[in-house]
């Protein structure tokens, strides 16, 4: 090649890239966030504030037993007595709780309407999300359990899943039909006083899934649920309780995105598996609640507490794409109090613009021969923190226990931070622990080469984002990976600098 | 109050401690609420009465604490015996260079230009135990080396606690600084001579120039009733290389706040450990480097074998600058398990602000190998030979780099001593 060529080339390169560099932050930073609109739904809303009285009128509202009513009373003396936990690393407006409204329905809903019953405008907003409930329902062979604001809305499939014996229902029902396994798991895993956003949920829930699979049954599809915030000023409080009895299968999948607010929202649920003796839970979850504009105005209070119970022989595996909210604070964590036992956490978090997440697991090692593997990504841009906060604690009595932990983070652009906070405590000699974890940032010479080869930098930072999160995006199921990777692309379009 | 009868109130650093013994006032002994001291509890030091200044001085002959020392070589001493200078066993300096005591330096007026500008400089105000010391310190050892200077042979820094009281704290304050493109060794112990508690609560503060060199070997192998809290500050400037190794085998309790900060660029900062504990022994390395300058190298590697009812705690913090680009900070913390009561926790931090960086930790939990160990019985090595081989081999990293070829030998005894074995050749 001549010398003038490669001159050419050179400097051709050189513009290209800092073309790229100003062009794309600057598209990155008005891009708006692109499910930011608002459907219009007459709601039933509670005033604002909350004391006992909100608490009961919430149970009443939900034509709630006696039992349910005192267990929310309870926890919510407990929040009373309790103070918003600070040790977090993310810096936020503390919301007043005493501003929000607890209740929220949509007026249309009927949990005896079928799908054609379902308001026109609810459905609009679905098919502006992209979820057809009736497309997935021939398509994708996944039963939708469909939550806007708090009340559930449709639900499908209940009927090829009742066969199987596999209950599948909001949990407001489900503490009316089945009082017994509600009444025998509810706060098991996560008790009213765990943590401050905990004793909040479980006062105030209105509504979320409930799920019960029964002995040796192997559920035939994936389990959904599509999570909307609407209602300004709501804050939502689901409750997830799911169960897998002895040698059963379940893969569950949990999905969200929000409509564009100014004000910030407040997110806190409460999610409890229970996978019994041989029991297998996959939990998966696309998190992408409004995180704001550019500007770190607007944005969801993500504070979720999320909690699997293993006996013997059992697995759960969480994994989970985080890529909303201006405020996460989630630590899906895995009690392995069965013996051999699995748990597993495979997750990716991305923040951009002023998003802070402080993410992470907890593996608590109580059985023998229990393993767990820890896989965390984190990829931060513009100026956000993403925090990686872990906990893997192998008790006196675990011997044989395992465990892997891998925390990598992605730097893009000299304003956002990473951090690992990893807690390593090994109370038996048998135990075997490794723990990893890298910062780097995107290889100018891997964007160049893709570039030599014809690959633009936009693509070319796809590409390598794909390949670093490649690991946790596999474990996902396949109609969720997809959804996945385009929300990658979209929440770290153009961020390299 | 005991402290103003005993110090000179007069003197040109007595705000500074004024300052400190309010800050003390406010804060109190750290708790394990406080998230550097989640692992770690003082209480059962705060049960002891502990006299702060001891009442008579008390004479050490040279041949009873021969071994303490490394005489194979020849070194400077500087020597303490319950927190009082003893001349007769030490050997300063002023030729060329200033080896000699933290007393003299903050009240002799030749030295006043240095103290005003270094000392108390890097040392946190705001740490309980710092102040602490800041507050009573009285003594310590003073090491001004000038530019382009190396002192003649390693410097040893020993402190003595001969038992006559029941229960002594000592608060040692060094000051070291090194100036430009000079060097120094010095190698710091602690040591209890009868099984009385004591209580060491030491600041240091190095303050390395630039291209300035300096070793610290931190060898902890105290008595059983010796506990040790050993605060150390680094202030490093451009090209300066640090190092720090810790060797922690005794003590009841042990807690190393080693704290870097890199106040340039191309500084090269190093920490090493190894720590052997068995019984009912408690060892926290609490260590934080602040790169906040580019182009900067920080390396940490710890090595922790944990027997009886020890316990290990390694909390590690890295934190990078918006402006420390191209900075390389590595960090290892391996351990290995021997008995089911021990236990390890271990905490790798990293706090990072700036996007071109090569950082990484990583944090093992392990036992010894099965398979190795039983090569090694095949090949007619017994058991607890062939155990202690491997555990060499696990330290051997961090021992390859200590730079002085006696002390090296003499941490390689005390490894053999500590695993109970004699292998009948060095490392």
Redesign the interface.
């Known amino acids: 090649m001549s010398k003038f060529l490669t001159h050419f080339l050179f400097t051709y390169y050189i513009e290209y890239m800092a073309y790229t560099e100003e062009e794309l932050k600057k598209e990155l930073e008005t891009k708006e966030y692109e499910y930011g609109f608002y459907t219009d739904i007459e709601s039933d809303t509670f005033p604002v504030g909350l004391n006992e009285e909100i608490v009961i009128a919430i149970s009443k509202k939900k034509e709630e037993p006696e039992w349910m009513t005192q267990w929310r009373l309870e926890a919510f003396r407990i929040w009373e007595s309790m103070e918003e936990p600070t040790w977090a690393n993310v810096h936020y407006e503390k919301p007043d709780f005493q501003k929000i409204s607890y209740y929220s329905a949509p007026k249309s809903a009927d949990p005896n309407k079928t799908l054609d019953d379902v308001d026109p405008d609810l459905l609009e907003m679905y098919r502006k999300l992209g979820i057809s409930v009736d497309e997935q329902k021939k398509l994708q062979n996944v039963a939708v359990d469909i939550v806007v604001d708090s009340v559930s809305v449709a639900t499908t499939f209940k009927k090829t899943l009742a066969e199987k014996g596999i209950i599948f229902m909001p949990i407001s029902e489900a503490i009316k039909e089945h009082p017994e396994l509600v009444k025998k798991y509810i706060g098991s895993v996560v008790p009213q006083k765990d943590n401050f956003y905990a004793a909040l949920n479980s006062a105030v829930f209105t509504d979320g899934s409930f799920c019960y699979i029964p002995k040796g049954v192997r559920c035939p599809m994936e389990l959904s649920t599509y999570f909307r915030i609407n209602q300004a000023g709501t804050g939502q409080f689901e409750r997830t309780l799911l169960i897998a009895d002895e040698d059963s299968y379940v893969s569950y999948l949990e999905g969200c995105t929000a409509p564009s607010r100014d004000e910030n929202q407040l997110h806190a649920a409460v999610v409890e598996l229970i996978a019994l003796d041989g029991a297998e839970i996959k939990y998966s979850t696309v998190q992408n609640w409004f995180p704001g504009n550019s500007e770190g105005k607007g944005g969801v209070f993500n504070f979720v507490t999320k909690r699997a119970i293993c006996e013997k022989n059992a697995k759960v595996s969480w994994t989970q794409v985080e890529t909303g909210s201006a405020v996460t604070w989630k630590y899906p964590s895995c009690i392995l109090k069965g013996d051999n036992s699995i748990g597993e956490f495979y997750s990716i978090a991305v923040t951009n613009n002023y998003q802070q997440a402080d993410t992470g697991t907890k593996m608590i090692h109580l059985g023998k021969n229990t393993k767990s593997t820890i896989i965390s990504k984190g990829i931060s841009a513009g100026k956000s923190q993403n925090s990686y906060r872990g906990l893997v604690q192998i008790n006196s009595r675990a011997d044989g226990a395992r465990n892997f932990s891998q925390c990598d983070s992605l730097l893009m652009g000299n304003e956002c931070g990473a951090h690992t906070f990893p807690y390593i405590e090994a109370k038996n000699k048998t135990a075997m622990i490794e723990h990893e974890a890298t910062t780097s940032k995107i290889g100018e010479d891997q964007i160049f080469y893709c570039n030599q080869r014809g690959i633009d930098t936009e693509k070319a930072i796809a590409l390598i984002v794909n390949g670093f999160s490649k690991e946790v995006l596999n474990k996902l199921p396949m109609e969720f990976a997809v959804e996945a990777q385009k929300l990658l692309e979209i929440s770290l379009e153009g961020s390299v600098g | 109050m005991a402290f103003e009868n005993n110090v000179d109130v007069e003197h040109p650093v007595h705000d500074v401690r004024m300052a400190a013994i309010k800050n003390f006032e406010e804060k109190g002994f750290p708790s394990k609420k406080e998230?550097a001291w989640k692992y770690t509890s003082l209480n059962s030091l705060q049960k002891i009465d502990f006299s702060i200044f001891p009442k008579e001085q008390n004479a050490l002959e040279y041949k009873d604490v021969k071994r303490y020392f490394i005489h194979e070589i020849d070194t400077y001493k500087i020597v303490f015996v319950d927190g009082i200078y003893s001349s007769y066993l030490s050997e300063t300096t002023h030729d060329g260079v200033d080896i000699c005591l933290m007393s003299a330096a903050l009240t002799k007026p030749m030295y006043k230009q240095i103290i005003d500008v270094y000392f108390n400089k890097i040392a946190s105000k705001d740490e309980s135990l710092t102040t602490l010391n800041t507050a009573f310190s009285r003594e310590g050892a003073y090491i001004y080396i000038p530019k382009n200077k190396m002192p003649k042979k390693p410097i040893e820094i020993l402190h003595f606690s001969t038992g006559n009281e029941a229960s002594l704290l000592l608060q040692p304050r060094n000051l070291i600084v090194v100036e430009e493109n000079a060097e120094v060794q010095i190698i710091e112990r602690h040591q209890s001579l009868t099984s009385n508690d004591t209580l060491t609560n030491a600041v240091t503060e190095i303050f390395a120039a630039k291209s300035a060199i300096v070793d610290f070997y931190k060898i902890q192998n105290d008595a059983a009733t010796a506990s040790l809290i050993d605060n150390t500050y680094v202030d490093q400037k451009d090209k300066s290389v640090v190092n720090v190794h810790t060797f922690s085998f005794g003590g009841k309790l042990t807690r190393n706040n080693l704290n870097f900060y890199q106040n340039g660029e191309y500084i090269d900062s190093t920490m090493n450990g190894v720590t052997i504990l068995g019984e009912k022994q408690h060892v926290d390395h609490y260590t934080l480097v602040h790169h906040m300058q580019p182009n900067c190298e920080s390396h940490q590697d710890y090595k922790g074998i944990y027997s009886d009812s020890s316990t290990g705690v390694f909390n590690g913090k890295i934190i990078v600058d918006?402006i420390a680009?191209k900075t390389n900070a590595f960090q290892k913390n391996n351990?290995i398990?021997?008995?089911?009561?021990?236990?390890?926790?271990?905490?790798?931090?990293?706090?990072?602000?700036?996007?071109?960086?090569?950082?990484?930790?990583?944090?093992?939990?392990?036992?010894l190998d099965e398979d190795a160990l039983f090569y090694l019985q095949s090949r007619g090595i017994p058991k607890k030979e062939a155990r202690a081989l491997l555990m060499y081999a696990f330290a051997n990293n961090v021992l390859s780099t200590v730079r002085i070829p006696e002390l090296k030998a003499r941490i390689n005894k005390l490894i053999a001593k500590k695993l109970g074995v004699n292998l009948g050749f060095d490392l």
């Not at chain 2, 089911?340 to 602000?353: G, R």
Request: proline share 3%; glycine share 6%.
């Open positions: 998230e918006k680009q351990n398990l021997i008995s089911d009561k021990a236990s390890i926790n271990s905490k790798p931090q990293l706090e990072i602000f700036a996007d071109d960086v090569k950082c990484s930790h990583g944090c093992t939990i392990g036992q």
